[in-house]
């Protein structure tokens, strides 16, 4: 018989023993149940020995259990599968040094791009705040590397002329009526609402009588699943309900929509979700031929916010109508700011004064 005091995960020291047909037998069999049993107290430890790539796999089951968004999730997915695990998944946690995690960020920058190194350099700082969590290192040297910069385009907005010669456009093209086109743009413009938010809009988030739209949800492709409806927007402040200028409540209700499984206000030409990509590329198509190549989708929305910045609306009411992020921490705390005001209704019905929307959508120039 073999024995020795072990202390446990639990700082409890026991005495354990084994046995076998020699001394020797006993200590080998009581060495690698000591071994078994440790690793054993070590279920989901990180220690300095610990491989990144086991790290990482930890971190994301813990923000998958917090219930992040499917896209986010993806997209970490993504970067680790992609960037961290081939470039220092084999390290182990006490080998990542500031210069081994600058290096790896900057050759990720290097071959895919800045976008990608934020990624990577979001996904490797999370896995190694985790095991600095487990003190198995000292501090997150992801912190301290080079500061990874995207050069942003200053942002373009249409002017209400440009605005009311791609309604008039759109509505005189049948293959973008086809496409349902001049409504899904007439919806961005007159609510500042993202694309994934616009095709999530469902009948029972829409009141015409009351002129308002709730924005509960976003389309989003999910691995192995395919389009879905995300029940959450983009962020938690995405959650708003939004009063609607008169001339979208009249293009809506001269609408007719066929009823689909989701209830959705403008979906596919086969019934189901819009993939964004395809409705990005069909207006993409459509303003091509109206000789606005420089437009997307999102130009609308920031017409929107520009329209209603020239109208004396406040930032608090702009943010508030876009869903962005609250402006402080005090507001955050102390205002709710879940609806969007009736001032940008009634400044957002601007866009269709110069004429009644019948005509538009008749085709008169």
């Known amino acids: 018989m073999a024995d020795t005091l072990f202390r446990d995960f639990d700082g409890q020291t026991r005495r354990v023993e084994r046995r076998g047909a020699s001394a020797a037998k006993a200590e080998t069999a009581l060495k690698e149940y000591l071994l078994t049993r440790s690793r054993a107290g070590r279920v989901g430890e990180v220690t300095p020995e610990t491989r990144v790539r086991d790290v990482g796999a930890l971190w994301l089951a813990q923000i998958r259990e917090e219930g992040r968004a499917v896209t986010?999730?993806?997209?970490?997915?993504?970067?680790?599968?992609?960037?961290?695990?081939?470039?220092?998944?084999?390290?182990?946690?006490?080998?990542?040094?500031?210069?081994v995690c600058d290096r790896f960020l900057t050759s990720v920058k290097t071959s895919a791009g800045p976008s990608a190194a934020k990624h990577a350099k979001t996904v490797l700082n999370g896995l190694v705040g985790l095991a600095a969590r487990h003190d198995a290192i000292k501090h997150n040297p992801v912190r301290d590397t080079s500061k990874i910069t995207i050069?942003?385009?200053?942002?373009?907005?249409l002017s209400l002329d440009e605005v009311r010669k791609i309604r008039a456009g759109l509505a005189a093209d049948p293959e973008a009526v086809a496409r349902d086109l001049p409504a899904i743009v007439d919806f961005m413009l007159g609510t500042g609402l993202r694309i994934g938010e616009t095709i999530a809009i469902t009948a029972p988030a829409l009141d015409l009588k009351a002129a308002t739209v709730e924005v509960r949800a976003t389309v989003v492709?999910?691995?192995?699943?395919?389009?879905?409806?995300?029940?959450k927007p983009k962020t938690h402040s995405g959650w708003r309900q939004l009063h609607l200028p008169a001339w979208l409540v009249a293009v809506l209700k001269a609408r007719e929509v066929a009823e689909t499984d989701l209830d959705l206000i403008f979906p596919s030409q086969r019934g189901k979700l819009r993939e964004r990509s395809n409705t990005n590329a069909d207006v993409r198509e459509a303003l091509d031929k109206l000789g606005f190549d420089w437009v997307t989708t999102h130009t609308f929305r920031k017409t929107t916010a520009t329209l209603l910045d020239e109208g004396g609306l406040t930032v608090r009411e702009i943010a508030d109508q876009l869903g962005h992020k609250r402006v402080s921490i005090t507001q955050d705390t102390y205002f709710g700011r879940s609806h969007g005001t009736v001032r940008a209704a009634a400044v957002l019905g601007s866009i269709e004064r110069v004429r009644a929307v019948s005509k538009l959508y008749d085709g008169e120039s």
Do not use: C, F, N, S
């Open 151 to 157: 050069a942003k385009k200053d942002a373009r907005a």
């Open 221 to 231: 492709r999910a691995k192995g699943v395919g389009l879905i409806l995300q029940p």
């Open 72 to 99: 986010t999730l993806d997209a970490y997915d993504d970067a680790m599968r992609i960037h961290v695990v081939p470039g220092v998944g084999l390290l182990q946690v006490r080998e990542l040094t500031v210069g």
